[in-house]
Each structure stands twice: as structure tokens, then as C-alpha cells.
């Protein structure tokens, strides 16, 4: 369950999704990739997310983790299934 209400917090999925692809963006690069997150709450997402042992900082920017890289493909399962996923329409 700490899981689940640490992912279910604003912007944690989008920040882990951001860092999906290896790079290490700044700060600056991931506000920017996360469109619309104040730099308070992405302050606080990296530092939930870093003590959780998902995300780290390293030198300029940052970096999933070895957790972080196992729970990402885990979650691409998930990805793949919503990509297809269509939800009923409202009668």
C-alpha cells in the first residue's frame, strides 16, 4: 500500500515516466518535460521518490534507480494494457 499512495501522488508517475528513457535531465529539463508541474511539488515528488530509492541525483540531473529501472518494467505491462484499453461510453 506505501506503494501504491507514493505513485498515487500528484506528478510521481509522470516524473518516473520522464525518466524512463535513461538520460539525466537537470531540474529545469524535467519541469520542462513534466509540463505544468510547479517546482515545488516536482521538489517534492524527487525527494519522495529518492527516498524511496527510486530516483537518484546524479552530478547535473537525474536518474531512475536500480529499484526504479525493476518497478518501471513492471509498470510496462500496465502500459501496454491502457494503451489499448478504451473505457465504456457514457449512455
Known amino acids: 500500500m506505501a506503494?501504491?499512495?507514493l505513485l498515487g501522488r500528484r506528478w510521481a508517475l509522470r516524473v518516473l515516466w520522464e525518466l524512463r528513457d535513461g538520460s539525466s535531465p537537470?531540474?529545469?529539463q524535467l519541469q520542462q518535460r513534466c509540463?505544468?508541474?510547479?517546482?515545488?511539488?516536482l521538489a517534492d515528488r524527487l525527494r519522495e521518490l529518492g527516498?524511496?530509492?527510486?530516483?537518484?541525483h546524479a552530478g547535473e540531473g537525474y536518474l531512475?534507480?536500480?529499484q526504479g529501472r525493476t518497478?518501471?518494467?513492471s509498470l510496462?505491462?500496465?502500459d501496454a494494457w491502457a494503451s489499448?484499453?478504451?473505457p465504456k461510453a457514457a449512455d
Not at 509540463?35 to 511539488?41: D, E, F, Q, R
Not at 527516498?51 to 537518484?56: I, K, S, T, W
Request: hydrophobic fraction near 45%.
Open 64 to 66: 531512475l534507480t536500480e
Open 35 to 41: 509540463g505544468g508541474v510547479s517546482s515545488s511539488v
Open 3 to 5: 506503494l501504491l499512495d
Open 71 to 73: 518497478l518501471q518494467a
Open 51 to 56: 527516498q524511496a530509492d527510486l530516483v537518484e
Open 76 to 78: 510496462a505491462p500496465l
Open 26 to 28: 537537470s531540474f529545469r
Open 84 to 86: 489499448s484499453w478504451r
